[in-house]
């Protein structure tokens, strides 16, 4: 069964500073990984997707993601954090066979501070 | 794109009352519907997968007959907590996608509260 773990539950970066969120999986196949950001009290919004292809990923609100099949890797970055990124992000690995039956990692909550 | 509507954003009832909750896809044909929980601080837990015509498929440990979800067309589902109890008191969230590979497209879910 395919996993994911978030290895940071809380980050505090300084508004303007650089942001990295980790996140690993296991899977068995090639897998389809999401990252999806949650404003308190609200559902999730889509940053990006990788399915195939180019390795880095470029999603909506500045972000980035990388896959590293070797590292099991699919870890997300902003260069220059917004106060409004404060938020909980959360990875997710997808499973085809399941109609794209997401698996989510225990989320990472960031902190912006001004 | 891709917009989700879910309704009720928020539901106070009392014990024993069932709650309906709908999701609707706005602009895209939802070949399937999938239905999470959220308790506070934590992550998604999924409840159940559901696509248009057919019975949902409840991952282990979700009563089926607690929460009834039907997807009734390429648009719209709906989760009904039946005989609600406190413990059932949680963050709903509904999420639908289309057709091949496309990605899952969230609700803003749905905070459920019963006295």
């Known amino acids: 069964a395919q996993s994911v773990t978030q290895p940071d539950i809380h980050i505090t970066v300084s508004e303007g500073a650089s942001l990295e969120l980790r996140c690993n999986y296991s899977?068995?196949?090639?897998?389809?990984l999401f990252w999806y950001v949650q404003s308190p009290g609200q559902g999730l919004q889509l940053l990006l997707k990788y399915f195939s292809g180019d390795t880095l990923v470029q999603g909506i609100k500045g972000f980035e993601a990388e896959f590293k099949r070797s590292q099991s890797s699919f870890n997300l970055r902003k260069p220059s954090v917004h106060w409004s990124d404060a938020a909980e992000y959360f990875c997710?690995?997808?499973?085809?066979?399941?109609?794209?039956?997401?698996?989510f990692g225990g989320g990472t909550r960031v902190l912006v501070k001004p | 794109g891709a917009v989700v509507s879910q309704h009720p954003s928020r539901v106070i009832c009392k014990s024993g009352t069932s709650v309906k909750i709908e999701c609707r896809s706005l602009d895209f044909q939802a070949t399937t519907m999938f239905w999470y929980r959220q308790f506070p601080k934590q992550s998604l837990m999924l409840m159940a997968t559901s696509n248009e015509g057919s019975k949902a498929t409840y991952e282990q440990g979700v009563e089926k007959d607690k929460f009834l979800i039907n997807h009734a067309s390429l648009t719209l589902s709906t989760l009904t907590v039946t005989s609600a109890h406190p413990e059932d008191s949680s963050f709903y969230i509904c999420s639908a996608r289309g057709w091949g590979d496309q990605p899952q497209h969230f609700g803003d879910g749905t905070r459920l509260s019963i006295l």
């Open positions: 899977y068995g196949a090639t897998p389809y």
């Open positions: 997710a690995v997808g499973e085809k066979a399941a109609g794209n039956k997401l698996t």
